[in-house]
């Protein structure tokens, strides 16, 4: 079945260095991908998603193309603020399926 | 604001009893809706898909008599906890489908804490 991997966190940062969250899938068909990002105690926002290759994703400075060959869809931001501190999940989904989630990266930047 | 909103945001209640939980599309009619359930720090695991009008489809693993799933229109699903026990504790979101952007809004979630 799909599946999604994304790297293992925690990741902490300092104020406005560049960040990378790894994330390949796994999918039968032509997902959508797609980053939902959760705030302590929140539900989840989406971020930004693709849904055909070499779409480019992007939302408040974080962007993530959408590599068929690579089966990647990696989350970059340039410069991270302390306020970009929560969990980032990768997540896909084929249709109207349900989505299908990595297991989230905690990310904490620190001043 | 909130276009899907998820009630009540925080709830605790004894063993034994049963919990309700709502997620409510106020802008968009939701013929699909899902629900998941998080354990802390750990990703979010799909408990049931919920159609309107027709019996929610559950997961394996996930007790249908338990988790009790009703989404009688088209912009209301509700989650019941039946004789809650404290492994039912658990942090519970709601998720609802939007076919023609390919996107899916969620709730603000639901920690529920049974003592």
């Known amino acids: 079945g799909d599946s999604v991997t994304q790297m293992e966190g925690p990741v902490t940062l300092s104020e406005e260095a560049f960040l990378t969250i790894n994330c390949t899938y796994t999918a039968t068909g032509y997902p959508s991908l797609f980053w939902y990002v959760q705030y302590p105690g929140e539900g989840l926002q989406l971020l930004l998603k693709?849904?055909?290759?070499?779409d480019k994703g992007s939302n408040k400075g974080f962007e993530a193309t959408y590599r068929k060959e690579t089966t990647s869809f990696h989350l970059e931001k340039g410069s991270v603020q302390v306020s970009d501190s929560a969990v980032y999940f990768c997540?896909?989904?084929?249709?109207?399926?349900?989505?299908?989630f990595g297991k989230g990266t905690r990310l904490s930047v620190i001043a | 604001g909130a276009v899907v909103s998820q009630h009540p945001s925080r709830v605790i209640c004894k063993s034994g009893t049963s919990v309700k939980i709502e997620c409510r599309s106020l802008?968009?009619?939701?013929?699909?809706m899902f629900w998941y359930r998080q354990f802390p720090k750990q990703s979010l695991m799909l408990m049931a898909t919920?159609?309107?009008?027709?019996?929610?489809?559950?997961e394996q693993g996930v007790e249908k008599d338990k988790f009790l799933i009703n989404h009688a229109s088209l912009t209301l699903s509700t989650l019941t906890v039946t004789s809650a026990h404290p492994e039912d504790s658990s942090f519970y979101i709601c998720?609802?489908?939007?076919?023609?952007?390919?996107?899916?809004?969620f709730g603000s979630g639901t920690r529920l804490t049974v003592v």
């Open positions: 997540a896909l989904s084929e249709g109207n399926t349900p989505l299908v």
């Open positions: 998720s609802r489908l939007e076919p023609r952007n390919y996107g899916y809004t």
């Open positions: 919920s159609n309107e009008g027709s019996k929610a489809t559950y």
């Open positions: 802008d968009f009619q939701a013929t699909t």
């Open positions: 693709a849904t055909k290759a070499d």
